[in-house]
Structures are given as structure tokens and as C-alpha cells.
């Protein structure tokens, strides 16, 4: 309860200071950034994004599924991800994809898009028949 009530003032207070740093979207170059900053508020707001990106992609997932179509994928069901799971499968992929592509493509990919990949590969559908 604390945590979260604590979440909410240091978020109130980012969004109340206007955080010029703050985009729409984080690409993989300011994800790395925000990792490695001292400073607890980054951090905490890093944190908050990477879990709502995750909750998004979790959100229309069940939605597909409610609406018997394929998901996106498959995670198994007692698995409860959260802000941790989701940074640890962003650390894996990022280093998978820096081994194939160039860092200037790699610094400006979309964290969202990269976890959608590393869930997708991490939890893969089994295709029916």
C-alpha cells in the first residue's frame, strides 16, 4: 500500500514539474539511460511505464482471447508478469537484437514493440490444427 501510494506522489510530482525528458514513447537508447541513472524518481517512473506497457500488450491479449481470436501470446496461466518479468525479458531481447542489428536501429527501437517481440517469443501460441 505504501509502495503504492509512494508511486503515485513521485508520478504526480513528474507529471506536475512538466518532466521535459518524458516522451510519448521510450525508445531502447533511453530505456539504457534510465536503467543506469542514481536517481530514485527515474527509476520508479521507468519502472511504472515498462509494467503499464506490459499491462497494456496483457490487456489486449485477453481481449483476443475473450473474443476467440489467436493471442499474441501465450503465457502460461498461473504466471502473474509484472514489472520485473517484463525489464528481464527487455534485457534478453535487447541483447539478442543487438547481435543482429546496428546500434542506430537498436537505439531507436520502440520498447513497446521490442517487449510485444520478447513475449511473443518467450511465450509462443502452439498453433492448432
Not at 525508445?27 to 527509476?43: G, N
Amino acid at each position: 500500500m505504501l509502495r503504492r501510494i509512494t508511486r503515485a506522489v513521485v508520478l504526480s510530482l513528474l507529471i506536475g514539474i512538466g518532466a521535459q525528458s518524458l516522451s510519448a514513447e521510450f525508445r531502447v537508447k533511453e530505456y539504457q539511460a534510465l536503467k543506469e541513472s542514481s536517481d530514485p524518481a527515474q527509476k520508479a517512473l521507468l519502472e511504472e511505464y515498462i509494467n503499464g506497457v506490459g499491462q497494456g500488450i496483457s490487456w489486449a491479449n485477453s481481449y483476443l482471447h475473450s473474443t476467440n481470436r489467436q493471442r499474441l501470446y501465450c503465457a502460461p496461466e498461473n504466471l502473474a508478469l509484472n514489472a520485473d518479468n517484463y525489464e528481464d525479458m527487455l534485457d534478453r531481447h535487447i541483447a539478442k537484437l543487438a547481435k543482429t542489428v546496428t546500434q542506430e536501429k537498436l537505439d531507436g527501437s520502440f520498447i513497446g514493440l521490442v517487449l510485444l517481440r520478447a513475449l511473443i517469443e518467450t511465450f509462443p501460441c502452439k498453433v492448432q490444427k
